[in-house]
């Protein structure tokens, strides 16, 4: 009897839905991560004989697309809701140098060894750059935030975990951040290398416009759900009475479609509506409701593309790697990203510990192969096969090297950390005894 298609790939979803759900804790304090597992159950299921093809992103590159985005908009959601620290420039001092400083540099670096490594045009190296530019919030989970604090204890938010504040806003801004270096390479791949074309109009809308126009439509969303949803006009019960977690969808939508429809950065707005979303009522228990919600229909969304990735991989996605596409990839993350981002927390106050963890936890994923699939729908790229295999190699490395090595290397910062604050309190409950004993 034939097997039907359809439902053989539900049972499929349904399992790795279950796996997804039990994984997380078994996984806990083991040097691996549940992105590999789930890369590695798409590669199988994929490469035993099945009525299932292998998924092919080249192929398909509208539904690429909007897949990709569908998994990084409710990361990003999950990444703003989780934030307990205020935005601010002192505050947010480290995500900002990693946003200004790493992330260009980053891109310009590894377009040049992409030129002189693998032979690309200047617009393919500009491409692979800029869609390996961003750090991933779909898959940085085991070094991101946890669930928002509630209790309004404000001294316990100030002495939150600067690496994983850090790399959580990092991610959650650079994805759309590195948009005009995306556009930018299109308008070359369009109209050449002459800066005459197009620089003008990248300057002033890619650049200016379209991120001034995200981070508006993402605050003002962020500030009307904040009113409706804890302090509505009048006497109406709010939203957060209902204790009803789509609240955090509602922003993720409204804010991403009011954004392009005034072709700003939808990717900036909705994680700074989620950001702004948070700061009402920073100590209110519906926080964790929002939380909770979105991180579990995140997760879900996480087991479809990462199984699909799998398949990608053992489907043809790798056939064009050559040795110096690895050598780019390895390139990239144990040394471009890991450089630059140190370099440009140079003057950060955090220990050498947590400056060299933040500088080498990079995550690259879903993000790049959203870039491709954008960029290669808008204009055709010399190189194109290349670029999918550098790319996809590089996000299937980050997930194996920074997935084994986050749950070991979070929990030596984690104990010293403790040791430090145990020590601080230490010191400060002798200088009260000597304080007191001084007046007696």
Same mark, same amino acid.
């Given at each position: 009897?034939?097997?039907?298609?359809?439902?053989?790939?539900?049972?499929?979803?349904?399992?790795?839905?279950?796996?997804?759900?039990?994984?997380?804790? !078994?996984?806990? #304090?083991?040097?691996?991560?549940?992105?590999?597992?789930?890369?590695?159950?798409?590669?199988?299921?994929?490469?035993?004989?099945?009525?299932?093809?292998?998924?092919?992103?080249?192929?398909? *590159?509208?539904?690429?697309?909007?897949?990709?985005?569908?998994?990084?908009?409710?990361?990003?959601?999950?990444?703003?809701?989780?934030?307990?620290?205020?935005?601010?420039?002192?505050?947010?001092?480290?995500?900002?140098?990693?946003?200004?400083?790493?992330?260009?540099?980053?891109?310009?670096?590894?377009?040049?060894?992409?030129?002189?490594?693998?032979?690309?045009?200047?617009?393919?190296?500009?491409?692979?750059?800029?869609?390996?530019?961003?750090?991933?919030?779909?898959?940085?989970?085991?070094?991101?935030?946890?669930?928002?604090?509630?209790?309004?204890?404000?001294?316990?938010?100030?002495?939150?975990?600067?690496?994983?504040?850090?790399?959580?806003?990092?991610?959650?801004?650079? #994805?759309?951040?590195?948009?005009?270096?995306?556009?930018?390479?299109?308008?070359?791949?369009?109209?050449?290398?002459?800066?005459?074309?197009?620089?003008?109009?990248? +300057?002033?809308?890619?650049?200016?416009?379209?991120?001034?126009?995200?981070?508006?439509?993402?605050?003002?969303?962020?500030?009307?759900?904040?009113?409706?949803? !804890?302090?509505?006009?009048?006497?109406?019960?709010?939203?957060?009475?209902?204790?009803?977690? !789509?609240?955090?969808?509602?922003?993720?939508?409204?804010?991403?479609?009011?954004?392009?429809?005034?072709?700003?950065?939808?990717?900036?707005?909705?994680?700074?509506?989620?950001?702004?979303?948070?700061?009402?009522?920073?100590?209110?228990?519906?926080?964790?409701?929002?939380?909770?919600?979105?991180?579990?229909?995140?997760?879900?969304?996480?087991?479809?593309?990462?199984? *699909?990735?799998?398949?990608?991989?053992?489907?043809?996605?790798?056939?064009?790697?050559?040795?110096?596409?690895?050598?780019?990839?390895?390139?990239?993350?144990?040394?471009?990203?890991?450089?630059?981002?140190? +370099?440009? *927390?140079?003057?950060?106050?955090?220990?050498?510990?947590?400056?060299?963890?933040?500088?080498?936890?990079?995550?690259?994923?879903?993000?790049?192969?959203?870039?491709?699939?954008?960029?290669?729908?808008?204009?055709?790229?010399?190189?194109?096969?290349?670029?999918?295999?550098?790319?996809?190699?590089?996000?299937?490395?980050?997930?194996?090297?920074?997935?084994?090595?986050?749950?070991?290397?979070?929990?030596?910062?984690?104990?010293?950390?403790?040791?430090?604050?145990?020590?601080?309190?230490?010191?400060?409950?002798?200088?009260?005894?000597?304080?007191?004993?001084?007046?007696?």
């Amino acid at each position: 009897m034939a097997i039907d298609t359809y439902e053989l790939s539900l049972a499929v979803v349904g399992l790795a839905a279950l796996l997804a759900a039990w994984l997380p804790a !078994f996984l806990d #304090d083991r040097a691996l991560s549940l992105p590999i597992i789930l890369v590695g159950i798409g590669a199988v299921v994929f490469a035993v004989p099945s009525p299932l093809q292998a998924p092919d992103p080249r192929l398909h *590159l509208e539904l690429t697309e909007r897949i990709a985005e569908v998994g990084v908009l409710v990361a990003l959601v999950g990444a703003g809701l989780s934030i307990d620290r205020p935005i601010g420039w002192r505050r947010w001092r480290a995500t900002w140098r990693l946003l200004l400083v790493a992330l260009p540099a980053g891109v310009v670096v590894t377009a040049v060894v992409g030129w002189w490594w693998l032979g690309l045009v200047p617009a393919s190296a500009l491409l692979l750059g800029a869609v390996l530019a961003p750090t991933d919030p779909v898959l940085a989970a085991d070094v991101e935030v946890g669930e928002p604090t509630v209790d309004g204890d404000r001294d316990e938010v100030v002495a939150e975990d600067e690496v994983r504040v850090t790399l959580t806003s990092e991610a959650g801004l650079n #994805d759309g951040l590195a948009f005009p270096f995306v556009y930018a390479a299109v308008a070359i791949a369009a109209s050449g290398t002459s800066p005459g074309g197009w620089v003008g109009r990248w +300057i002033v809308v890619d650049v200016g416009y379209r991120i001034v126009a995200g981070v508006v439509v993402g605050v003002a969303i962020g500030w009307l759900l904040g009113r409706i949803t !804890f302090r509505p006009p009048g006497r109406t019960s709010s939203l957060a009475d209902a204790s009803e977690g !789509f609240v955090g969808i509602a922003a993720m939508f409204l804010s991403y479609g009011a954004a392009e429809v005034v072709h700003g950065y939808g990717f900036v707005a909705v994680f700074l509506a989620a950001v702004t979303l948070r700061s009402g009522e920073r100590g209110h228990p519906y926080h964790q409701v929002l939380h909770g919600f979105t991180s579990q229909v995140e997760r879900l969304v996480i087991v479809v593309l990462l199984m *699909l990735f799998g398949g990608a991989l053992v489907g043809g996605l790798l056939d064009a790697v050559t040795w110096p596409a690895v050598a780019v990839a390895l390139t990239l993350i144990l040394v471009i990203r890991p450089l630059t981002a140190r +370099i440009s *927390l140079i003057g950060i106050r955090v220990t050498h510990a947590e400056r060299a963890t933040i500088s080498f936890f990079g995550i690259r994923g879903i993000a790049s192969l959203y870039y491709m699939a954008v960029a290669l729908r808008s204009e055709p790229f010399p190189g194109a096969e290349l670029l999918w295999s550098t790319v996809a190699l590089t996000v299937a490395m980050s997930i194996v090297i920074h997935g084994v090595a986050a749950t070991p290397v979070l929990r030596v910062l984690d104990r010293r950390r403790a040791r430090r604050h145990a020590a601080a309190d230490t010191l400060r409950d002798r200088r009260r005894f000597l304080d007191s004993s001084a007046h007696v």
